[in-house]
């Protein structure tokens, strides 16, 4: 049997998505993608489920594949808008407040 494909398919991954989504369900941590709750009972196939997101791109940082500190909970549709690369950087603190 293949050893799968690290941070998708292998035991390592697997382990470290149920890990991080039963943290998710416990403490109620948002989406790190959009901020919003995450319903961890949906079923996969739902666009607003739990999604495993590497913080840092597998394509780029192979290495970090299956590390547990490059994950973070997010949603499916989430997940898929953001793709293979890392984080689009947001526009960041305004300089003064309005």
């Not at 494909?5 to 998710?24: E, F, M, Q, S």
């Not at 739990?50 to 590390?67: G, M, N, Q, R």
Request: aromatic share 6%; hydrophobic share 30%.
């Amino acid at each position: 049997m293949a050893a799968g494909v690290p941070g998708r398919t292998t035991a390592a991954h697997r382990k470290n998505r149920a890990d991080l989504k039963a943290l998710t369900a416990e403490h109620g941590l948002p989406c790190a993608l959009c901020g919003q709750p995450i319903d961890t009972t949906l079923k996969h196939t739902d666009k607003w489920a739990f999604a495993y997101d590497h913080i840092k791109s597998v394509v780029a940082y192979p290495e970090l594949a299956d590390d547990p500190s490059n994950g973070q909970p997010s949603h499916k549709i989430c997940n898929e808008n953001k793709g293979e690369g890392d984080p689009k950087p947001g526009l960041g603190d305004p300089s003064e407040v309005w």
